[in-house]
């Protein structure tokens, strides 16, 4: 270890504003630290320690993929020399001691967190660091890195003569370059070996590596045409001065995003990416549902496919948005079916898969690729049920509603049908028409209150839907070969 000079850290959280709140908190070279890097969960953390070999870790507890908890003890057994700093929502005594047991050195609770309290427990660590000396305030200046990774993140910051004359070449520009995606194990600079000028580097996080790139000319796609095929670039406009580096990272932030439209690109800049679509039209989702209402799947399906094509192209919305918006499509249309009597069990079985899918996905093509599948297995439940389906819901229909004065007019306009295609329709589809099913349905339900021998049959003429109690009589001994009367003295009879 150094026995004297700046106190590297690494923070470890998966909410990027928390990560930004504690770079911020602080004056960390002034106070003899410097954050080397960041980390989403334990599983990247651990990778970032083998390369940037820090003396704190600050970590979150609760984290995907790999928790704090797990991090801490990886961290205690394989290298203990690391000091551990816990921030955490939890004040749960079982937490806090399994916190200590990894050999943590002091556990922060986030309402608690402040400027003093996090300069305390880093003090605290850095002390306890072995054969390290920790500088006192003033004792260390910033160094070029330091001041480079301040100015991009945003902060007013003065250089040294000495420290211009390292950027002598006309332009500056700031790279962002995936270390996760390129697996070949190459330095970056080793790709761009033959360009005349200077790279820098300000700040390593999870997945990224930002840099300064000081030349003669300004990078183009073609310069990085040598990366490996996984990974990528994304870069700012050029600039002539130094100090026009401060607010870089918002600019590169930007840019990173738009990976998510476009995956297949190596190298991504404002000056190549496409002019963005003109005013963002919203889906009719009323219209979506009313032509799935009315069985019209396949226009209902070839609009939402339209309105995402164009989602596609406007690669400044939104990610979180655009995937929300997918898998709300995706519930309503699960809802919908099951309130239109489709089979949805395995639908439901494994929508929250397919919600998953949606969420982790890196790019739109792989979140799109998701919702295809889900809907080819809608439109497979439909085309199977589409027959059985339609005659199923007009006789759930029926018997909901046989109680009621019922009349063939009346579900044709339920069902968005005109009388005489319904009339066809059921008379196709079935034994007996319209007409027949609906007082077989009625009669069956007048035998069962029959049974009851309180209920008069007059009353249980209008409880079955049957306005006229002659009528009644008539298509009960047409279908039972009693009247009523003569069926529940035989019931009491047997």
């Keep these: 270890m150094d026995t004297k000079g700046l106190c590297r850290t690494l923070i470890v959280d998966d909410e990027i504003l928390i990560r930004q709140g504690i770079k911020h908190y602080l004056n ?84 608690k967190l402040n400027a003093e309290v996090l300069l305390k427990a880093l003090r605290l660590a850095a002390g306890q660091l072995e054969g390290f000396h920790l500088s006192s305030e003033g004792e260390h200046e910033q160094t070029l890195k330091d001041k480079l990774r301040c100015l991009y993140e945003g902060t007013d910051v003065s250089f040294e003569e000495e420290e211009t004359s390292y950027f002598p070449y006309k332009y500056f520009q700031v790279l962002s370059y995936s270390l996760e995606a390129d697996k070949t194990g190459n330095p970056f600079h080793e790709y761009i070996a033959n360009q005349d000028g200077n790279l820098t580097s300000i700040l390593t996080t999870s997945n990224l590596h930002i840099y300064l790139w000081n030349g003669n000319q300004m990078f183009s796609e073609d310069v990085f045409s040598r990366l490996p095929k996984s990974s990528s670039v994304c870069s700012t406009g050029a600039f002539d001065d130094l100090l026009e580096l401060k607010g870089k990272q918002k600019e590169i932030e930007k840019l990173e995003s738009y990976r998510f439209f476009f995956p297949e690109k190596l190298y991504l800049s404002e000056d190549i990416l496409p002019l963005p679509p003109g005013e963002r039209k919203v889906f009719q989702l009323d219209r979506f549902i009313e032509e799935c209402k009315r069985d019209n ?181 047409k279908q039972t070969s009693y009247s009523p009367s003569q069926y529940r003295r035989k019931r009491i009879m047997s």
């Excluded at 969420?359 to 059985?388: H, M, P, W």
């Excluded at 079935?430 to 008069?456: H, M, W």
């Design 28 to 111: 960390w070279e002034k106070e003899g630290f410097t954050i080397v890097g960041e980390a989403s969960n334990g599983k990247e953390a651990l990778e970032l320690i083998e390369s940037l070999n820090p003396h704190i870790v600050i970590t979150d507890v609760v984290m995907p993929i790999m928790d704090g908890e797990a991090l801490t003890r990886i961290v205690n057994e394989k290298y203990p020399h690391i000091g551990l700093i816990v921030l955490s929502s939890f004040s749960e005594f079982d937490y806090v001691r399994s916190a200590f047991q990894n050999g943590v050195i002091d556990y922060i609770l986030k309402p």
């Design 297 to 477: 799947f396949q226009e209902a399906f070839s609009y939402l496919e339209e309105h995402i094509g164009q989602m596609v192209l406007d690669y400044q919305q939104d990610i979180v948005e655009y995937k929300a918006f997918l898998n709300n499509i995706m519930f309503n249309l699960i809802v919908l079916l099951g309130n239109m009597n489709y089979q949805t069990e395995e639908l439901e079985k494994k929508k929250y898969t397919y919600f998953q899918q949606v969420g982790q996905s890196t790019d739109v093509y792989a979140a799109n690729q998701t919702v295809e599948s889900f809907l080819k297995e809608v439109k497979r439940i439909v085309e199977t049920e589409e027959g059985q389906g339609h005659m199923r819901k007009l006789t759930d229909y029926i018997k909901a509603h046989y109680h009621e004065s019922l009349s063939l007019s009346d579900i044709a306009n339920h069902f968005h049908f005109s009388p005489s295609y319904l009339s066809n329709y059921f008379s196709a589809n079935s034994k007996e028409g319209f007409s027949e099913y609906l007082n077989r349905v009625r009669i069956e339900a007048a035998i069962t209150l029959l049974r009851q021998n309180d209920i008069p049959i007059s009353k249980i003429s209008e409880q079955v839907g049957f306005s006229d109690h002659s009528y009644f009589c008539r298509v009960f001994k």
